[in-house]
């Protein structure tokens, strides 16, 4: 531990170096979840994908860990992480912007050895002319829609991309990807669906390496692994799959700071608008994290928190800097000022917060906000 120092006895923050708790991000969980994947996917390598801060955790932190661990393909979105990145990976990770590059920023791209996943002819032909201006080979992943209709070259550009290639010898394409749409749900026909037009892709490309896999995607079995996984929220510890065990660990931690305790009589009202009212004398605490802390307002009334794993439900709405919860299951005076309880940790997970709130495990984890003291072990 870096940050404040907690009292086991009382577990009371004594240092808290203004922080109103600990969110504590596991490299080694992170490092064992990276080999599983590997494991699955092998002999195809699994790459990290790090877009959105790797999901709130720290994208410069999270990568070292990963390069450490043998990755050296990184997946951003914006071509701004990229460059925030950069300075935190050593020259042989290479650093993939999934949604392309923004007209003007290409020659950047360039000098700055990044990959852009093409998604268009537009763009194939921008990068292209970006290399013969340069006069220099340039590297690309190539991005075909297989039935998402987000992200990626059109069925109707296929032609016109393969014709283009034929005639560019000046850009290296590292391999031919695409996106799942609901790898997350094992029966999903979609995922057939997807398989089938990225067998299509193939064949219009002969060739070219394949990467496919999302985190549900390396679950799905290996049709779908190509040469390159791009796994997200398993490595974070979030369900690759919807409806079984999770295999994943969970790599977050989030202890909050009890700001004040208060008994209060039936019939009071509890939070903004009033809308808890109490039905018998309550104990309540009030936390030091709500909405602005990545506290979904949606667990107004319905989500809890645990402490040493009695469930403590939420009371009334969750407010932008706090949260009240009922803590009458525990013994009096078992949670003070100062007290931490548990938001995240053994007993509630990601999965578990995000279907309270009605979220998706990566709603919680890209909200988690930076008033904690982060600590990375
Ligand atoms: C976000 C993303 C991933 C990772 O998805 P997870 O579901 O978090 O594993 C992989 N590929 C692309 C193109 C993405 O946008």
């Not at 923004?102 to 002319?129: H, K, M, R, Y």
């Not at 026909?189 to 070219?208: C, K, S, T």
């Amino acid at each position: 531990m870096d940050g404040g120092i907690v009292d086991s006895r009382t577990s009371k923050l004594t240092i808290d170096r203004g922080a109103c708790g600990y969110l504590t991000i596991d490299l080694t969980a992170l490092c064992r979840n990276y080999d599983k994947l590997c494991s699955i996917v092998a002999p195809a390598r699994a790459a990290a994908v790090v877009k959105a801060d790797a999901y709130g955790l720290g994208a410069n932190q999270v990568s070292k860990a990963l390069y450490g661990r043998g990755s050296r393909h990184f997946f951003v979105a914006h071509f701004v992480e990229a460059l925030r990145l950069r300075p935190h990976l050593p020259r042989d990770a290479s650093i993939f912007v999934l949604n392309g590059l923004l007209p003007g920023n290409e020659t950047a791209c360039a000098e700055g050895g990044f990959v852009p996943v093409i998604n268009s002819l537009d763009q194939l032909q921008q990068w292209s002319e970006t290399a013969r201006s340069l006069k220099r080979r340039l590297p690309a992943a190539l991005q075909f829609d297989t039935g998402m209709s987000r992200l990626g070259i059109p069925p109707e550009e296929r032609g016109a991309v393969a014709a283009h290639l034929t005639a560019a010898d000046h850009l290296d394409i590292l391999f031919v990807m695409s996106h799942l749409a609901s790898a997350d749900e094992a029966e999903s026909i979609q995922n057939a669906d997807q398989l089938a037009e990225m067998r299509r892709v193939a064949e219009e490309f002969p060739g070219y390496d394949l990467s496919f896999a999302n985190s549900g995607g390396i679950f799905l079995g290996g049709d779908f692994h190509g040469v390159l996984a791009r796994p997200g929220i398993a490595l974070y510890g979030g369900a690759p799959t919807g409806g079984v065990r999770n295999p994943m660990e969970p790599v977050v931690r989030l202890e909050v700071a009890v700001v004040q305790t208060r008994t209060v009589p039936t019939g009071a009202r509890v939070g903004y608008g009033g809308v808890h009212v109490t039905k018998t004398e309550t104990r309540l605490a009030t936390i030091a994290a709500g909405y602005a802390d990545g506290l979904p307002r949606s667990l107004s009334d319905r989500g809890s928190v645990y402490y040493n794993g009695v469930r403590l439900p939420i009371v009334g709405r969750v407010s932008m800097d706090s949260t009240t919860i009922d803590i009458s299951a525990l013994p009096e005076g078992t949670l003070s000022f100062g007290s931490l309880v548990e938001v995240l940790g053994d007993h509630q997970t990601i999965d578990d917060i995000a279907r309270d709130a009605g979220l998706i495990s990566y709603e919680i984890l890209t909200s988690l906000g930076h008033r904690f003291h982060r600590q990375y072990r």
